[in-house]
């Protein structure tokens, strides 16, 4: 069965800060893996995907690695800003269509 | 991207009344997802809902617990049952996109259960 696990379940940093989000997951046999951003209200925001056959993924201050072999990723955010305040949630899929969701990294950015 | 469309965004109900979730699509979709996200927890897949045929539900949820109706490419609903406490958190919908395996949600329902 998968299990996907996130540290730190928080994180508090100051703007402007460079940081690193952690997910491991213990089936390598992974189809893609994807970070979504959830905040209060809104639903879940897709932000990165990086199929099985990528190391890495960018968008703007966005940088999510892969590395399946050992069941690992990492999501990098540069010069961090209030706005990216939210919960962080890594999500792996396997054969079908369904996710298996981490408990999520909850960010706090302080100006 | 899609559009989702979820009712109510949150509600407040009685142990064991019965609540019933809308999703609405602003494009025709074959596979439709439903989540629940108990507090502290992670999202945890209850059904997958195709039109036209019985929704599959995930090993420790049952049909007569969560019914699901699908009658269209657009739409779907969830209803939680008999319910009691434990069942609050915020269930979500969500949909495979266009482009390859992204899913996109809706902004979910926060449930209460007095």
Known sequence: KQEVTQIPAALSVPEGENLVLNCSFTDSAIYNLQWFRQDPGKGLTSLLLIQSSQREQTSGRLNASLDKSSGRSTLYIAASQPGDSATYLCAVQGGSEKLVFGKGTKLTVNP | ?114
């Open chain 2, 1 to 114: 991207s899609a559009v989702i469309s979820q009712k109510p965004s949150r509600d407040i109900c009685q142990r064991g009344t019965s609540l019933t979730i809308q999703c609405q699509v602003d494009s025709q979709v074959t596979m439709m997802f439903w989540y629940r996200q108990q507090p502290g927890q992670s999202l945890t897949l209850i059904a997958t809902a195709n039109q036209g045929s019985e929704a599959t539900y995930e090993s420790g949820f049952v049909i007569d617990k969560f019914p699901i109706s699908r009658p269209n490419l657009t739409f779907s609903t969830l209803t939680v049952s008999n319910m009691s406490p434990e069942d609050s958190s915020i269930y979500l919908c969500s949909i495979l996109g266009t482009l390859p395996s992204i899913q996109y949600f809706g902004a979910g329902t926060r449930l209460s259960v007095l």
